[in-house]
T-cell receptor
Framework: QKEVEQDPGPLSVPEGAIVSLNCTYS??????FMWYRQYSRKGPELLMY????GNKEDGRFTAQVDKSSKYISLFIRDSQPSDSATYLC???????????FGPGTRLSVLP | EAGVAQSPRYKIIEKRQSVAFWCNPI?????LYWYQQILGQGPKLLIQ????????DSQLPKDRFSAERLKGVDSTLKIQPAKLEDSAVYLC?????????????FGEGSRLTVL
């Protein structure tokens, strides 16, 4: 079992749809959870950062962490064509330890 | 504020040749990372520097990869000799305080093709 697994995609949705992106992990020591967005031929950029379990909202984006199930999600409301990108989940054990990235899910939002 | 700069953006070499990539992090960022991203996969950490000291190089194939960060600013990643499986995007990232906030600032990457 890989340390971090992510819905493989690709995922195509119409503009305005609600998108759900998900990751599962096996290492119970992970406490820091991130979502990065990567446009084609660009470096990843941080979207959301969450410590431990719970929800975090930022505009159209909501990140959820369920440590008991080792499951994290990113929801995108009112999706836009500009949201078309690859979404990478990343997680880490306590400070100073390497972040492990998921393989990414490619999302296309169709106008 | 200028972002993380990387060069070259693209490089094509034959196997067994050597290649070097350069990274200039965001000014003031003490921590610098090199990641390898193979097509369809997430970034994998190769090496992490704190100032000019190595924090983590456990996944760096040291028989062929080397990296240095002179004077705690710019960094160079070298591959010699290159193998076909080294074809990937090499991403440089920097951060102000290490991993605590999760805020890694990535460059656009250097895309390597090994023929």
């Amino acid at each position: 079992q890989k340390e971090v697994e992510q819905d493989p995609g690709p995922l195509s949705v119409p503009e305005g749809a609600i998108v759900s992106l998900n990751c599962t992990y096996s290492n119970s020591a992970f406490q820091y959870f991130m979502w990065y967005r990567q446009y084609s031929r660009k470096g990843p950029e941080l979207l959301m950062y969450t410590y431990s379990s719970g929800n975090k909202e930022d505009g159209r984006f909501t990140a959820q962490v369920d440590k008991s199930s080792k499951y994290i999600s990113l929801f995108i409301r009112d999706s836009q064509p500009s949201d078309s990108a690859t979404y990478l989940c990343a997680m880490s054990a306590p400070y100073g330890q390497n972040f492990v990235f998921g393989p990414g899910t490619r999302l296309s939002v169709l106008p | 504020e200028a972002g993380v700069a990387q060069s070259p953006r693209y490089k094509i070499i034959e196997k067994r040749q050597s290649v070097a990539f350069w990274c200039n992090p965001i000014s003031g960022h003490a921590t610098l990372y090199w990641y390898q991203q193979i097509l369809g996969q997430g970034p994998k950490l190769l090496i992490q520097f704190q100032n000019n000291g190595v924090v983590d190089d456990s996944q760096l194939p040291k028989d062929r990869f080397s990296a240095e960060r002179l004077k705690g600013v710019d960094s160079t990643l070298k591959i010699q000799p290159a193998k076909l499986e080294d074809s990937a995007v090499y991403l440089c990232a920097s951060s102000h305080t290490g991993y605590r906030t999760g805020e890694l600032f990535f460059g656009e990457g250097s895309r390597l093709t090994v023929l």
